[in-house]
């Protein structure tokens, strides 16, 4: 199956069939910052996916991949903004 | 998986309630936990007039589509930030929701381009002056939003900051013991002083992944990208610990959150407590008449020095 990720956008062909935790758990992704979408619908955890499915996967947590470097003046600049 | 209520196909899970949902009954999840939210911070009443701060990103599209579908008066108001490409998508689906969505509840959007004020886009004008992007766009974006308010007479402004904001802003002010951020993390911030908009976030009983679902199953069009300069944030960090231990664990983001504003609500009037230390530092800015602790509130200072360095 085709699964569409973003941050950065790239598409990654997966073998099915397979549910969609697993799926998630293959591609190292925590269930709770994800949504995954088959064709046009939601789908649960449970569902199972298979070759040939449009599958996107759409992070949930605003902004891109976390860098681990970071200085405390930014994070107190941050957080009293917010 | 089953809709726990009317036990049709399930689109949606939520470990943190023990439920899965369709997504009617979804829908009727979210309009509840919003319901909730007002209702027991004491926001906004169905007359009062809302304004939404509305940025193009799923939580506060989807904020303002849950008030106008439950009959509140919620105009929007979008800042382009001329942040280049992100900037003008942005600004895409916010005007598209606004005319497809928002118009046939008689809602209008307001709009306020920082290009147009200070002469540059905010990345630009960050560099100029010599101040985080994140920062000068904070308080730009602070300014507008209470000016509007003030100058339009809107009863209170609503901004979209999600459970997982909250969480996270919570995790990193224990983290540093930011003590004294502690009393405005509350999701209802009182008119304090004259000139300060009333501030409420009706969004804080509900999870990101919640409202990206939300916008999904609705048909909002969204921005997925977030805002470029936002990448290496420090709060995106705190945002993904405390997902992996909600994965493991359902329920923890709420626990600690909402278990800070029992603890808050119980320790002493916090609204009056927070009023009276306003009022006894604020004073209107000579130069804009908006609260401020200097004698030229920031914004006004970041313009006057923008004035002097952008070129023209």
């Not at chain 1, 073998?15 to 269930?31: A, I, Q, T």
């Not at chain 2, 470990?15 to 319901?35: E, I, L, S």
């Not at chain 2, 003008?88 to 689906?93: L, M, N, R």
């Amino acid at each position: 199956m085709q699964v569409q990720l973003s941050h950065p956008a790239r598409t990654v062909e997966v073998k099915g069939p397979k549910k969609v935790k697993d799926l998630l758990r293959e591609l190292n992704l925590v269930v709770e910052a994800h949504l995954v979408i088959k064709g046009d619908d939601l789908v649960t955890e449970d569902e199972m996916l298979y070759d040939g499915d449009q599958i996107e996967v759409r992070p949930v947590i605003s902004g891109g991949s976390p860098r681990f470097t970071f200085h405390v003046s930014r994070a107190k600049n941050e957080l009293h903004q917010m | 998986m089953n809709c726990t209520k009317c036990k049709t196909k399930a689109v949606i899970g939520l470990p943190r309630h023990n439920a899965a949902f369709c997504k009617g009954c979804f829908n009727g999840f979210v309009h509840d936990q919003v319901a909730r939210a007002i209702k027991s911070e004491k926001m906004f009443g169905k007359e009062d007039r809302i304004l939404v701060a509305v940025s193009g990103g799923k939580d506060s599209l989807a904020l303002w589509d849950i008030l106008l579908k439950m009959g509140y008066r919620a105009d929007g108001l979008y800042v382009d930030l001329g942040i280049g490409a992100y900037s003008e998508q942005s600004h895409t689906k916010v005007t598209k929701f606004a005319e497809a969505v928002a118009a046939s509840h008689g809602a209008t959007l307001h709009l306020h381009t920082v290009e147009q004020e200070a002469g540059a886009g905010i990345k630009e004008l960050a560099q100029l002056i010599h101040r985080p992007t994140c920062s000068t766009c904070g308080t730009i974006k602070r300014y507008q939003f209470n000016r509007v308010a003030i100058e339009q007479n809107y009863d209170v402004m609503a901004t979209g900051h999600n459970l997982d904001d909250e969480a996270a802003r919570l995790l990193g002010n224990v983290l540093h013991w930011q003590e004294e951020y502690l009393d405005k993390q509350g999701p209802s911030l009182p008119a304090s002083v004259a000139g300060f908009a009333k501030k409420v976030k009706p969004l804080y009983r509900l999870s990101e992944r919640e409202l990206a679902a939300y916008a999904v199953l609705n048909r909002i069009d969204y921005i997925v990208e977030e805002c470029p300069m936002a990448k290496g944030s420090k709060m995106l960090q705190y945002k993904e610990v405390l997902n992996r231990l909600e994965t493991e664990s359902p329920g923890t983001k709420q626990t600690f959150y909402w278990g800070f504003l029992e603890k808050q609500s119980k320790k002493q009037p916090t609204a009056t407590t927070m009023t009276e230390k306003d009022r006894a530092v604020l004073h209107p800015c000579a130069s804009c008449s908006q609260p401020t602790t200097a004698e030229i509130c920031s914004y006004c200072k970041m313009m006057a020095r923008a004035k002097t360095v952008v070129p023209r």
